[in-house]
């Protein structure tokens, strides 16, 4: 059996990695200023085979019709091209099936396309 320093040893150690996992995702975090974000929803409005559109922090989930977007990851991209000239950096786009979302009542998120933005 372990003895007490060993043990205390241990959840020291234990305690100092969860603090240095919680502060890597922290400061990947990006942080859009409310000017920041609404350029990017100018962008996503402006977009006209976006049908809805939804922020998750820094994550933004767009809603289109599947027959509309042959190549969905490049539809992401391109939305992410047009963001990454506003400075915003680590947003990340999802393409969701808006038929699909709004058949199953807003619970079936099943992503089709996806780029991630320019990072930090």
Same mark, same amino acid.
């Given at each position: 059996m372990p003895s007490k320093?060993?043990?205390?040893?241990?959840?020291?150690f234990l305690c100092a990695i969860t603090a240095v996992v919680v502060y890597l995702v922290?400061?990947?975090?990006?942080?859009?200023t409310p000017e920041q974000k609404a350029k990017l929803n100018a962008i996503v409005l402006?977009?006209?085979l976006v049908k809805s559109h939804v922020w998750?922090?820094?994550?933004?989930? =767009?809603? &289109?019709?599947?027959? /509309?977007?042959?190549d969905r990851d490049a539809f992401a991209r391109g939305i992410c091209t047009q963001f990454d000239t506003t400075g915003a950096l680590g947003v990340s786009v999802?393409? =969701?099936? &808006?038929l699909?979302? /709004?058949?199953?009542?807003?619970?079936?998120?099943?992503v089709i396309g996806y780029a991630q933005c320019q990072r930090k």
């Open positions: 320093k060993t043990k205390r040893t241990i959840f020291f922290e400061i990947q975090k990006p942080v859009l402006a977009e006209p998750n922090e820094s994550r933004l989930s =767009v809603g &289109v019709l599947i027959e /509309q977007v042959a999802d393409v =969701v099936d &808006v699909k979302l /709004q058949k199953s009542g807003g619970d079936d998120w099943d």
